[in-house]
């Protein structure tokens, strides 16, 4: 199964309903550099709010589509990351450091704007 | 079985000696504030109970009741157990003057006979305080709990959890769960942790608290530490917590301000006290 990206002007948004399995988040990771290539968005917003479990391998995904977005010079922001969720992470000892991260879709927008000087 | 219809039977005299020993204990001992009317009528039902027991072979009813209302009244639980020895040893005496040929074989029988009657009521009269008091420990406990991690919203989008005493890991999990849940229900940008009331920071405690930091980033708020005393910033800088990855502040009121900052905001001082008074003050020199 594919997770859908959504654009929206010089966006691209994704919000993740289901619970990921690692063939997906490698399928997704394709899908959001080919679909950044494509449309030259600026800036990308991911949405965990439905997410309930995040393992060590798609923290790990995650980690790296941020910094490879980076690379091709798009700004990522994570959103809505779970309580259980982030409290799971840092036991895990996955801090995500580099990556910026938001509460909600809207304070994510307002963060990417912020971010890209807009 | 000769020695209880013995005593039962002899239960006055008995009786009397015991309420005798137990009147010498009440001026030294805890129970001295009570009244003495009151003092005597427990005694007496104390030992109305002790015989019920006696009697019945361990009626637990009556014990229950006996128990449950000393409990209340807050006596003492060394008030039960000096009732109950001073019992046995009188009931003892007792049974030792009332026999004519005394040997080691008929002691041993006549002690283990009266510890067959005293013992269930010491273990069962024990257990109903101790039981009282495991129940008032833990009420307490759940008391504890809600008052060690408080989160206070204080303004749109920025909370304060003011954190008092020491912290251990369960405590920590609690302040982490809390903190979370909060950040997102009341919807904060920044969140700030008060520790100015925690008097101890080992590394231990600096562990939790970064985790907590990062766990709230992760979230995508913010996360100042407030309220870092010297003594504090000491033992942190001595012990090599590294804590620069996030913002630590002196006191909740400079870390106050940096979360208005973040969260675009500043104070402004409205001067309308002193403009009102400047035109009070025209007003009068008009006149």
């Known amino acids: 199964m594919r997770i859908p990206i959504l654009k929206l002007h010089n966006y691209l948004l994704i919000s993740i309903q289901t619970e990921i399995d690692d063939q997906t988040a490698i399928q ?25 479990i995040i393992d060590s391998f798609i923290a790990k995904v995650l980690g790296d589509v941020v910094s490879m977005s980076d690379l091709m010079g798009a700004k990522v922001v994570l959103t809505g990351i779970q309580p259980a969720v982030a409290m799971t992470l840092i036991d895990l000892g996955i801090h995500l450091k580099n990556v910026p991260t938001a509460l909600d879709l809207e304070q994510g927008l307002i963060k990417l704007q912020q971010e890209l000087g807009v | 079985m000769e020695f209880k219809q013995l005593v039962i039977n002899n239960s006055d005299s008995i009786v009397q000696k015991w309420m005798e020993e137990i009147d010498s204990l009440k001026d030294s001992n805890y129970t001295a504030t009570i009244s003495d009317e ?52 009188v009931s003892t005496e007792y049974l030792l003057t009332q026999s004519e040929k005394v040997d080691s074989n008929f002691f041993t029988n006549l002690s283990a ?18 039981g009282s008091w495991e129940h008032i420990v833990s009420l307490q406990r759940v008391a504890l709990q809600e008052l060690s991690a408080p ?27 809390n903190l979370l849940e909060g950040a997102i229900k009341h919807n904060s940008e920044v969140v700030l942790i008060d520790i100015t009331g925690v008097p101890v920071v080992d590394t231990m405690v600096a562990h939790h608290i970064i985790q907590a930091a990062e766990a709230v980033r992760l979230i995508g708020a913010t996360c100042i530490l407030v309220g870092i005393r010297p003594e504090i910033a000491q033992t942190i800088v001595n012990l090599g917590i590294d804590l620069s990855n996030f913002p630590t502040k002196s006191s909740l009121k400079k870390g106050f301000s940096t979360a208005l900052e973040i969260t675009g905001r500043h104070v402004t001082d409205l001067n309308v006290k002193e403009n009102n008074i400047e035109k009070m003050m025209d007003s009068l020199r008009g006149e």
């Open chain 2, 38 to 89: 009151l003092y005597e009528s427990t005694n007496r039902e104390f030992v109305n109970v002790i015989f019920t027991s006696i009697r019945n072979e361990g009626s637990t009813k009556a014990v229950e009741d006996f128990s449950e209302k000393i409990i209340n009244l807050g006596w003492p639980l060394s008030y039960i157990t000096d009732g109950l020895q001073i019992f046995r040893r």
């Open chain 2, 151 to 177: 989160l206070i919203p204080v303004m749109e989008g920025i909370t304060i959890m003011p954190l008092i005493g020491t912290i251990d890991t369960e405590r920590a999990k609690l302040i982490m769960e």
């Open chain 1, 28 to 52: 997704f990771q394709e899908d959001l550099l080919d679909k950044i290539h494509k449309s030259g968005a600026s800036g990308v917003v991911i949405d965990l709010t439905s997410v309930e």
């Open chain 2, 113 to 130: 006979s009266v510890n067959d009657w005293v013992e269930p009521l010491i273990r069962e009269l024990v257990n109903e305080y101790s």
